[in-house]
């Protein structure tokens, strides 16, 4: 069961207080990061707001325009808790939950993302685009703020990840660094990009390109070019992908196991 937000908070700041006794001169940083903070929602906007100043934007205008969308849409925040919950769960290099919000630029993107979002569907389309030029900027990371993703999600390392316009995430979808949800055609406003259902893993590299639907529980593997719709429950390969058998468990990204081949 999923921890509650406030929970995870006093799990976060408790972790903070630990690592402060074990590396003292931290203790400006964890103060400033996360202990000088009342919940998460002020942590992770201030979080972003020091990521992405510029000369252009300030820390404390990034910072108020994510306290903003926070206040007005918690659901943002709740699905960042996810995400820290799943990066735990998934990573075995992640054994903090303070670990994502402090270190974690593929976390860091996809939190800047859901602000930029909101700002999308709100009409604030202008300011919705500058905060996708500097999350590429800063973390080499390019989603377009019209995409759709949803909550526990795990974008590992992060380098090289493009989500187009059209795109939709489903909830409990993990990828790696150089994942491409591409587009075809030059139509403005067509559904052109893939749909990726709920528990699938995609791994390093894979390019997914055009309208087409990868499965739930599905598992794409490394350097793979999609161009056809994948069906549930079955692992891909390739160039292009084929079917190459299926994965051992019902939802491959909670796992995150990328061997490849006949129930593997």
């Not at 020091?50 to 918690?74: E, K, N």
């Not at 406003?189 to 894979?206: E, N």
């Not at 994948?230 to 491959?252: N, Q, S």
Request: with cysteine; glycine share 10%.
């Amino acid at each position: 069961m999923p921890m509650k937000t406030d929970m995870l908070w006093q799990r976060i700041q408790e972790e903070a207080r630990q690592a402060v006794m074990q590396e003292p001169s931290m203790a400006d940083f964890y103060q400033q990061e996360i202990l000088d903070f009342d919940d998460l929602a002020s942590a992770l906007a201030h979080r972003l707001g020091r990521l992405l100043a510029s000369p252009t934007m300030s820390v404390s205008q990034i910072a108020d325009i994510c306290c903003g969308v926070f206040q007005q849409t918690p659901a943002v925040i709740e699905d960042g808790a996810a995400d820290i919950e799943a990066y735990v769960e998934r990573d075995a290099a992640c054994d903090h939950y303070s670990m994502p919000l402090l270190y974690f630029k593929g976390f860091h993107a996809l939190q800047a993302y859901r602000v930029a979002h909101q700002l999308w569907v709100q009409g604030r389309r202008v300011l919705a685009l500058f905060f996708q030029n500097a999350i590429s900027q800063t973390f080499a990371v390019d989603i377009h703020p019209a995409a759709r993703i949803g909550k526990g999600i795990m974008i590992d390392h992060a380098t090289g990840v493009v989500i187009g316009e059209t795109a939709v995430v489903e909830d409990n979808v993990s990828m790696l660094h150089g994942v491409t949800l591409g587009g075809v055609g030059t139509d403005c406003g067509k559904d052109r990009h893939p749909k990726i259902r709920q528990g699938v893993l995609i791994s390093t590299g894979a390019n997914v390109l055009g309208c087409v639907e990868v499965g739930e529980g599905a598992k794409i593997g490394a350097g793979s070019l999609v161009l056809k719709d994948v069906p549930p429950h079955t692992t891909v390969a390739g160039v292009p992908a084929k079917i190459v058998g299926k994965p051992a468990v019902e939802l491959p990204a909670l796992g995150m196991d990328h061997q490849l081949g006949d129930n593997d």
